[in-house]
């Protein structure tokens, strides 16, 4: 079945360390996308991806960094940095520069840091 | 910037009672407009879009209306169930793609 695999689901990290969340696509979309989810907040969009090997800061960058090396591929790293890293992360993929909008979101990551 | 702004919930109802959930946006331009699904524990699905003024989206019974004039992007349905419990978000395009969402509202359907 085609979609968006991301791992892990669940995800404690304690203060002071990186961590990776993973974001799989084969959909064969060109452009990927990482959301952030907090209560009361909806959705704001971390970076997004419109081809390989390239990415764009989204509204809420600072904290994050990602790499687009293959097309099926767009891991999220949330850095030590990131004051308040706890939250829902959601990554999402699109057709591209002729599709009318449509995202296609996976399941989500919940990061909780200790 | 552009924004989408949505009641706040939750919203409460009994099984096949009718249901609307207020959606407005500000926007430059012409953007596309959507509704968003996420059942609990799941990522969000596309439930309905309209791509210019006075389009109807419809999908599994849910109903919006493209209004320019008042900026509003309203969800209906007429007899909601149990399993159409779940956060309901209202979003907007803003080029290539870039989805602007709404905070969600939180439907809870009693049997």
């Known amino acids: 079945d085609g979609g968006i695999t991301q791992s892990p689901k669940y995800l404690f990290r304690k203060e002071g360390q990186n961590v990776t969340l993973s974001c799989e696509q084969n959909?064969?979309?060109?452009?990927m996308y990482w959301y952030r989810q907090d209560p009361g907040q909806g959705l704001r969009l971390i970076y997004y991806?419109?081809?390989?090997?390239?990415?764009q800061k989204g509204d809420i960058a600072e904290g994050y960094s990602v790499s687009r090396e293959k097309k099926e591929s767009f891991p999220l790293t949330v850095t030590s940095a990131q004051k308040n890293p706890t939250a829902f992360y959601l990554c999402?993929?699109?057709?591209?520069?002729?599709?009318?909008?449509?995202?296609?979101f996976g399941e989500g990551s919940r990061l909780t840091v200790l | 910037g552009n924004s989408v702004t949505q009641m706040e919930g939750p919203v409460t109802l009994s099984e096949e009672a009718f249901l609307t959930i207020n959606c407005t946006y500000t926007?430059?331009?012409?953007?596309?407009l959507f509704w968003y699904v996420q059942y609990p524990g799941e990522g969000l699905q596309l439930l309905l879009k309209?791509?210019?003024?006075?389009d109807k989206g419809s999908n599994k019974g849910f109903e919006a209306t493209y209004r320019k004039e008042t900026t509003s992007f309203h969800l209906e349905k007429g007899s909601v169930q149990v399993s159409d419990s779940a956060v309901y978000f209202c979003?907007?395009?803003?080029?290539?793609?870039?989805?602007?969402f709404g905070t969600g509202t939180r439907l809870l359907v009693s049997p």
């Open positions: 991806s419109q081809i390989v090997n390239d990415f």
């Open positions: 309209a791509t210019k003024a006075d």
């Open positions: 959909l064969n979309h060109d452009a």
């Open positions: 999402a993929s699109s057709m591209g520069r002729m599709n009318t909008g449509e995202l296609f």
């Open positions: 926007a430059t331009g012409y953007p596309s």
């Open positions: 979003a907007l395009s803003e080029g290539f793609q870039k989805l602007v």
